[in-house]
């Protein structure tokens, strides 16, 4: 009979000896490179900002992508698309127009894979964002917003003139491209779909190229035609008007602030034919709400979130949801963006959108707090 100490010790050594197989065949929970995360951003239930409409309202947060914003998906497709192809190599020059967040993933992108990145960026974009495309080690040009869009000026221009002078480049041409439309087509809507369990009854998007809000709606009106798609434009856009008249109107075209919405032209990548109704937003209110999204759900959101939460807030005003709808707002970036613009009181009280006398109080409660 074998002493009981003895098979103990016998079980022990055993269990040891598993313990040592499952360490060493247990493996590293790691991503390949920071592009594997792109995708499946988080759905959150809004609790005070919608609390006084109908229906329950939830926020896809798109800044929790990589490169803190929704473009990083376009990037990403299109890059390897053109991969695919053999259109580009490492060493090759991606070019691009951009108000300042795809040409931010595009840099992202263009540092794992090996690529040069040259972008031609609005006047418009907060210096933030130029600050941030060069940190990643793009080549940036600066070109005046407010001319129209076939100037030799405009940041159209600019980037096709470039990728004309660059060889062995691409140019993304994000407005323009059924790849930007696609590859919401193929991960945001498809996430919204089954983050809600299908009974998503509303989406609010904001339209600038017009690829987030027609791919992801074009996958939900086929899940349930049934969906109702909410755009958002800007006042001085032409995209409102547009989708109701099938006309481009110049007389609709005037500066504003708000960075990646509308447009002063018509982006082949805006599919309007699944586009239910747009409302416009002034560039004041946009930023009225994206601050107050901040200090009310703890969400740092960008200027266009801000956007998006007051479209929510005047479609709610025209009845056009119940206590029965399930709203999804995409909020396409992330507040750290607009520190120089809507996130400062400066800024905000030179546009006119906070009174001299706010910012002088916010001024006394902090050197009150700091003493």
């Keep these: 009979m074998i002493p009981h ?18 360490k060493k065949n247990k493996s590293v929970q790691a991503s390949e490179s920071i592009l594997d995360l792109v995708g499946n951003t988080p759905l959150v239930k809004l609790q005070k900002v919608t609390a006084n409409y109908s229906g329950t309202f939830y926020a896809k947060l798109e800044w929790f ?24 190599k490492p060493g090759s ?11 931010f993933s595009l840099a992202m992108a263009s540092m794992v894979k090996g690529y040069k990145c040259i972008l031609a960026v609005s006047s418009k974009s907060s210096q933030d964002k130029i600050d941030g495309l060069k940190a990643m080690g793009a080549e940036v040009h600066i070109c005046p917003a407010h001319v129209a869009a076939d100037d030799p000026r405009s940041y159209y221009e600019v980037a096709k003139r470039i990728h004309a002078e660059t060889p062995n480049s691409i140019y993304i041409n994000q407005y323009f491209n059924e790849l930007n439309t696609e590859a919401h087509y193929k991960t945001t809507g ?17 339209s600038g190229t017009g690829g987030t809000i027609s791919g992801t709606a074009r996958y939900l009106k ?16 032409v995209i409102k008007k547009y989708h109701e008249t099938g006309k481009f109107d110049e007389n609709e075209i005037h500066p504003y602030r708000i960075e990646g919405l509308g447009k002063n032209l018509i982006p082949s990548a805006t599919d309007f034919s699944v586009i239910d109704t747009f409302v416009k937003v002034t560039d004041k209110d946009a930023a009225l709400a994206a601050r107050n999204l901040a200090q009310t759900e703890g969400i740092f959101a960008g200027y266009t979130s801000g956007a998006a939460l007051r479209a929510t807030e005047l479609y709610n005003d025209q009845n056009i949801f119940d206590e029965n709808s399930v709203v999804v707002i995409i909020l396409p970036d992330h507040g750290s963006r607009y520190l120089s613009k809507i996130y400062s009181e400066k800024w905000m009280t030179e546009q006119g959108f906070i009174e001299a006398e ?4 916010t001024l006394e409660k902090s050197a009150i707090t700091n003493s």
């Design 93 to 103: 020059t991606i070019v691009e127009t951009t108000s300042g967040n795809t040409g």
């Design 5 to 22: 100490f003895v098979e103990f010790n016998y079980l022990c050594d055993k269990f040891l000896n598993l313990f040592s197989l499952f």
């Design 65 to 88: 992508n990589p490169g803190q914003s929704s473009k990083d998906r376009i990037a990403l497709s299109i890059i390897e698309n053109a991969e695919a192809k053999g259109l580009i």
């Design 222 to 237: 086929e899940q349930n035609p049934s969906i109702q798609i909410l755009g958002v434009d800007a006042y001085g856009s």
């Design 190 to 206: 498809p996430e919204i779909w089954k983050q809600t369990a299908g009974k998503i009854t509303h989406l609010v998007a904001c």
């Design 358 to 361: 706010d910012l002088v109080e």
